[in-house]
Nanobody
Framework: QVQLVESGGGLVQAGGSLRLSCAASGRTSSMYTMGWFRQAPGKEREFVAAISWGAGNSYYADSVKGRFTISRDNAKNTVNLQMESLKHEDTAVYYC???????????????????WGQGTQVTVSS
C-alpha cells in the first residue's frame, strides 16, 4: 500500500504561481510513475503531468506545457508540481497518483494509477 498526501493548494491571482507537493509513504519502493491530475467542477478528471520515479522522465498535458514543472525527490518520497503563469482555467482540485507498474505511454490515463491522494484545491482568480 502507498499513501499519498497533497499540499500547497490555495487561492492565487491569474499570472501567479503555486507549488504543490505530494508526500508518499508506505511501500514507496513499488512506485513506477507518479502523476498529477485535476478535476474542475462539472468536468472529468484530466491528466496534468507525470514523472517516472526512477529515470525522472517527465510528461505534460499540452495545456500546461511550458508553465508547469513536475519534479521528484526520491530521498524524501515527494513529487512536486511547480505551477507558473496560472490561468483561471487552471482552477480545479489537483490529485496526486501513483502507479506500481510500468504502463508505457499510458501515463495520461487515470485508470492505470493504483493510488490516489485526497486532492488539494487550486483557485485562480481572474
Amino acid at each position: 500500500q502507498v499513501q499519498l498526501v497533497e499540499s500547497g493548494g490555495g487561492l492565487v491571482q491569474a499570472g501567479g504561481s503555486l507549488r504543490l507537493s505530494c508526500a508518499a509513504s508506505g511501500r514507496t519502493s513499488s512506485m513506477y510513475t507518479m502523476g498529477w491530475f485535476r478535476q474542475a467542477p462539472g468536468k472529468e478528471r484530466e491528466f496534468v503531468a507525470a514523472i517516472s520515479w526512477g529515470a525522472g522522465n517527465s510528461y505534460y498535458a499540452d495545456s500546461v506545457k511550458g508553465r508547469f514543472t513536475i519534479s521528484r525527490d526520491n530521498a524524501k518520497n515527494t513529487v512536486n508540481l511547480q505551477m507558473e503563469s496560472l490561468k483561471h482555467e487552471d482552477t480545479a482540485v489537483y490529485y496526486c497518483a501513483a502507479d506500481e507498474n510500468y504502463s508505457g505511454s499510458n501515463y495520461r490515463l487515470s485508470g492505470i494509477y493504483d493510488y490516489w491522494g485526497q486532492g488539494t484545491q487550486v483557485t485562480v482568480s481572474s
